[in-house]
């Protein structure tokens, strides 16, 4: 790893690599995973606890005729056998969805994508519990499927969900915005337009950790604990509430260690209901976890866009417009994780960086016989598919206008000075500086020695590609009048106390699964109160013991709880000012703030530290009239607005002309996140996203074939990139903080996988130049390579 | 290889399982349970088709202890390498490297360390898997698998040995004891492979050994493909070297003959034209570097 520009040291600090507050910290959370100490979901082991098991159809469409679990109940460990009727009895056989549709739990009409719950076995371990599996006598009729999203809306395809009423095709929405008829007149005016068809595949979190419950309910009080793969432990325990009638306060979910979640833990599955309902039933706890295959067969994917896109320009290179028309593949139930109001999560972002006179989209939503989902992924609710339009989109322009890629955006970009910058969709960016940034990346690259050296290698028939990609993420759902789940705004509270000694408790609504909350929060509060991070200690995921809020996904833990735990400091700083006050026998405003103490203005030798303050207000300091006797405080933060984090990147690709086959050389990441609280962190979070992002640009897809045979169901072919795939990151940054955010951090945690995959493609393309190759889908696999040098590049299956 | 289609479980189906304490033992252990008992190895192939229960055995007889069949040895002119012999070790041999850098090569490419450190060329052989990459290599040096079973000891040309996709002369109360290699002077070989990532199967490799005579002739060559259904080497590619100097047509047209020769199949790991594509480009490849390697081999 090579970074360019180290972070200054921090002077408040007095040891230089341990800061208190921002700057260049090991994660606090570390010891314990690399100890093999972290805790995750099948670490959990409960007194008689029993084990669930799931029996998932083996087609993509079919009428449920009957099914046969005597068999299955005979065998000495199971101690029951769930299907759908018993559930229908319940009234849980079907559940809402986070996007206004219903789920089945198990089939109880029809089977309507491979790999759908069939039924649920609770045996004494997990061996039997699967092997019980095989004794269950299902019989299926066959229907027709609907695979591919493109032939879902012809006249006579059969109708997948004849549970809604009324419900004759496969549409599930029509979503626009922008204007069309001023889009079009730009269009029509513009000295050249380039279209083409980009289709990001359909593709999988893939976490190591795959999803899993607990379920621990007891029948004497009426209480669920829950622990659960979960990124939103307090949405999830709101929809329990309301879908099992189980009273809220009742319940507790629990979420442990997480071993990864990028979006695939956000949802609830089958699963989590079904350990619920194998606990109520037999009095036991019961644990589920999936297998690789069942957490790729059926829980979330992501992507699958089919976009025709549309940029409009004058000849001399100023984007005027984009336009794009999107066919989305939802799979059998329409469960994608985003904000209610839209459909198309964030995928209005598609106008990129760029100053455009009209912008216009549309998204048609569709029913497949495949697995439900979307929008997971670490994509910022869809902003992935739209950076990813848009950055090929302006590539087949620059080739087209024989511009350079790298000038063609410069010479389009945002100014600074038009921050905040209300694009043509309805977004306000609330602040960027775009030119040094992509400056600093194409100096980090060489960008010039890079475009001289390939024109080399091209006389010699070698193909070297680097590929361009500037990105603009929108972050931090979001401002409640704007964003809600299912109802529940998007706002995070934060708690804090400072204990008596001067140590710390900050009580977080978001969780982590792996990006490093324990650490970043703490020195949040660090930078805030002036106490070391070492004694904050940071509680998160389990509903019980922190206040409400929506949780981690779309990059938001930063954005929206970072601010709440900002606030929540500051308003224990102002609270400490009082009692410091009192304790100095001065007036508050009398009192000045340095990091970790308040002092007397102009006699600084007088002054108290927030653990002599904390001591001060739990002993017996006489406190002023309205000042309670403790040094806590709580917030719930919510945003006046989302932030923009942008960045530059550069790929380096060569391909071997024989073979097809793509080595990834250089890559070359500029992220600018506003504020940077722990440079280790985010550089961490962006390596992670680059690593996602050459896995989608040249090996991951989640495929089918024609009868809706999953044929990614397991690591053997659903292939994720190893350290073999990837080269040495050489990372960068420039600083544009929030104007908004309390202390002007923007939010990383999808940059990178945002603004990847364009980059990298880009380059491929660029590399196969002189085989007349304009545009390649993903996955870039050497035989899809292979086949776009002989001129016949096709969509993925 | 590729996953199955579909769902499938990820916990095998019950087993027993006893452990050997030396060949003869397990040969013992082999008959006393029957046609449902199966050798372990490395267990790298066979506990994945268990666990997906493509396999399903009654009984698992476990030879990882018997070091007697852990061995790289030089004898003559013969390179003698035991049936449990992990990859690693070959892939570490000096002898290896020397003598048969195809061995080398392939070994660079199959898998990850992970699954070298425990899976050996016994099982990769007796698995027989079309993927499988030192099935192509021991055709190619036209190695000799010694048997073993109730009966004794039997010699089978790799010629013999498969006998089709996860197919072989190893019948079910015999086992693997031990593969032979020839030393040739003036000998080389290559072995090329293209995958979607690291450690995966092939999408198509190819294998090739040269023997030149001492004014520089080739001898005696073979030519061998993985992953594309291609049953032993390739005779009529390798007519076109034969008595002739190393040249680059006659890469080129022997080449062309194999990837003629072969039979791929369309996959999720590219269409039959690439495949055949790829035979030929890869066969001109480790051609021309077995050759060179060949003429820059000790004389013997
Ligand atoms: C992730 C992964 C990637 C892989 N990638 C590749 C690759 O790229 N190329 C490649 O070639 N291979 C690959 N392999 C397979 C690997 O090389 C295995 O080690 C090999 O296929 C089998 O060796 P084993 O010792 O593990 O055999 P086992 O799995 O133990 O046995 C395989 C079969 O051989 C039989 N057997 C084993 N030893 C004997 C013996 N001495 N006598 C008789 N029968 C015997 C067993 O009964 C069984 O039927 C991969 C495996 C994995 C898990």
């Known amino acids: 790893m090579t970074t360019v520009q180290e972070h200054a040291p921090n002077p408040a600090a007095g040891d230089p690599g341990r800061p208190i507050g921002f700057g260049r910290l090991q994660r606090k959370e570390d010891p314990r995973f690399v100890r093999g100490k972290g805790n995750y979901l099948d670490d959990i082991v409960l007194p008689g606890m029993l084990h669930g098991a799931i029996l998932r159809a083996p087609v993509a469409h079919a009428r449920l005729v009957s099914i046969d679990t005597t068999e299955a109940l005979a065998h000495p460990k199971v101690l029951a056998v769930i299907t759908g ?40 371990d997990r061996y039997a519990a699967r092997d019980a599996l095989e004794l269950i006598d299902v019989e299926y009729d066959m229907l027709p499927p609907v695979i591919d999203a493109r032939r879902a809306l012809d006249p006579g ?81 709101t929809l329990y509430a309301i879908v099992a009638g189980i009273p809220e306060h009742k319940i507790r979910i629990a979420s442990p260690d997480i071993g990864g979640g990028f979006g695939n833990k956000v949802g609830i599955y089958p699963g989590y209901v079904l350990a619920v309902v194998g606990s109520i039933v037999t009095g036991k706890p019961v644990k589920w976890v999936e297998d690789r295959s069942e957490n790729l067969m059926s829980t979330s994917f992501a992507r699958d866009y089919i976009m025709q896109g549309e940029i409009a320009a004058t000849k001399d290179g100023k984007i005027l417009a984009v336009r794009t028309s999107v066919l989305a593949d939802h799979g059998a139930f329409n469960a994608t994780a985003q904000p209610t109001k839209t459909p198309a999560g964030f995928f209005s972002i598609f106008t990129g960086s760029y100053d455009l006179k009209a912008a216009y989209c549309k998204v048609t939503g569709v029913y497949t016989n495949k697995a439900p989902g979307g929008v997971a992924y670490a994509c910022s609710f869809r902003v992935t598919e739209a950076v990813y339009l848009v950055e090929r989109m302006v590539d087949i322009l620059a080739r087209k206008l024989e511009m350079d890629p790298a000038e063609l955006r410069l010479k389009n970009f945002i100014k600074p000075e038009q921050f905040p910058y209300a694009n043509k969709t309805g977004w306000v960016y609330d602040s960027g500086n775009y030119e040094p940034a992509m400056r600093l990346s194409m100096k980090m690259a060489g960008y010039e020695d890079l475009r001289r050296e390939q024109l080399e290698k091209r006389e010699r028939g070698e193909l070297m590609g680097i590929g361009v990609s500037f990105f603009t993420e929108t972050v931090g759902a979001g401002p409640r009048k704007h964003f809600d789940i299912v109802g529940l705004g998007m706002a995070d509270g934060a708690e804090l106390r400072v204990h008596p000694t001067g140590k710390a408790v900050v009580r977080i609504s978001v969780q982590s699964q792996g990006q490093g909350h324990e650490t970043t929060f703490a020195q949040i509060v660090a930078e805030e109160l002036g106490i070391p991070p070492e004694s904050i200690d940071v509680v998160h995921g389990d509903t019980d013991q922190t206040p409400f809020g929506l949780g981690t996904y779309g990059s938001r833990s930063t954005p929206v709880s970072g601010g709440a735990v900002a606030l929540v400091a500051r308003k224990v700083r102002d609270k400490a000012r009082f009692i410091a006050a009192a304790m100095l026998e001065t007036r508050p405003e009398d009192l000045e703030w340095e990091k970790g103490r308040w002092f007397v203005k102009g006699d600084p030798s007088a002054g108290k530290t927030i653990a002599e303050i904390a001591f001060g207000a739990h002993g017996t300091v006489a406190l002023p009239e309205g000042i309670d006797g ?18 530059a990147y550069i790929c380096v690709v060569d391909v071997d002309a024989g073979t097809g086959h793509v080595k990834v050389r250089r890559f070359i990441a500029v992220d600018d996140c506003g504020t940077r609280i722990n440079p280790m962190i985010i550089e961490g979070q962006v390596h992670g996203g680059l690593t996602d992002g050459v896995g989608m640009a040249l090996m991951e897809i989640i495929a089918f074939d024609e009868e809706g045979n999953c044929l990614s169901g397991s690591f053997m072919d659903y292939l994720i990139p190893t350290a073999m795939e990837v080269p040495d990151w050489e990372t960068g940054f420039t600083v544009t903080p929030s104007p908004h955010h309390p202390i002007g951090a923007k939010g990383i945690g999808e940059s990178a996988t945002v603004g990847s995959p364009p980059a990298i493609v880009n380059a491929i393309v660029d590399a196969l130049m002189p085989y007349g190759v304009t545009h390649m889908d993903m996955p870039c696999t050497p035989a899809r390579v292979w086949e776009a040098m002989q001129g016949r590049a096709r969509p993925p299956v | 290889m590729s996953g199955p289609k579909g769902w499938t479980m990820q916990i095998p189906a019950p087993f027993d399982y006893e452990r050997a304490s030396d060949v003869a033992n397990a040969l013992t252990l082999l008959e006393r349970h029957g046609p449902e008992s199966r050798i372990i190895a490395g267990g790298h192939s066979l506990l994945p088709m268990m666990k997906l229960r493509l396999a399903r055995p009654e009984w698992l007889i476990d030879i990882n202890d018997l070091a007697e069949l852990e061995f790289i040895r030089r004898e003559g002119d013969q390179l003698r390498v035991g049936a449990l012999t992990r990859h690693t070790a070959l892939l570490e041999s000096a002898d290896v490297a020397e003598l048969f850098p195809i061995i080398r090569d392939a070994e660079q490419v199959i898998a990850d360390p992970v699954v070298r450190n425990r899976g050996t060329i016994g099982g990769s052989l007796c698995q027989a898997d079309p993927a499988e990459d030192l099935s192509t290599v021991c055709d190619v040096l036209r190695a000799q698998a010694v048997i073993r079973g109730p009966d004794g000891e039997r010699i089978v040309a790799m010629s013999d040995f498969h006998r089709g996709p996860y197919e072989t002369a190893v019948a079910q109360n015999e086992l693997l004891y031990e593969v032979r290699f020839t030393i040739r002077p003036r000998s080389g070989s290559a072995y090329e492979k293209v995958e979607r990532r690291v450690g995966d199967w092939a999408v198509v490799a190819a294998g090739a050994a040269v023997g030149l005579s001492a004014d520089g002739t080739v001898e005696e060559t073979a030519i061998g493909l993985t992953a594309v259904g291609l049953d032993g080497t390739v005779p009529e590619a390798e007519a076109v070297l034969r008595g002739q100097q190393p040249r680059e047509d006659l890469f080129v047209e022997a080449a062309r003959i194999a990837a003629a020769a072969c039979h791929p199949v369309d996959d999720q790991r590219g269409p039959v034209d690439y495949k055949r594509h790829l035979a030929d480009e890869l066969t001109r490849r480790v051609l021309r570097r077995a050759c060179a390697r060949a003429a820059g081999a000790k004389e013997g």
């Open chain 1, 157 to 237: 395809a059969p109708v997948i969900r004849d549970d809604i009423e009324g419900r004759t095709d496969n549409r599930i929405f029509d979503w626009e915005i922008g204007d069309a008829a001023e889009t079009e007149a730009v269009f029509a005016a513009a000295d050249v337009v380039v279209a083409q068809e980009v289709v990001y595949p359909r593709v999988h979190p893939a976490p190591m950790e795959t999803c899993g419950a607990v379920a621990d309910f007891d029948p004497v009080d009426g209480r669920l604990t829950l622990y659960e793969t979960t990124q939103a432990p307090h949405a999830h325990r």
């Open chain 1, 630 to 647: 403790n040094l806590d405080a709580e917030v719930t933060y919510d945003p006046p607005n989302l932030t923009f984090p942008f960045g």
């Open chain 1, 85 to 124: 009727k018993d559930l229908q009895a319940l009234n849980l056989a079907w559940a809402p969805t986070l996007s206004a549709d219903v789920q089945a739990v198990l089939v109880t009409d029809k089977v309507r994508f491979q790999g759908q719950e069939v039924a649920f076995v609770v045996a004494e």
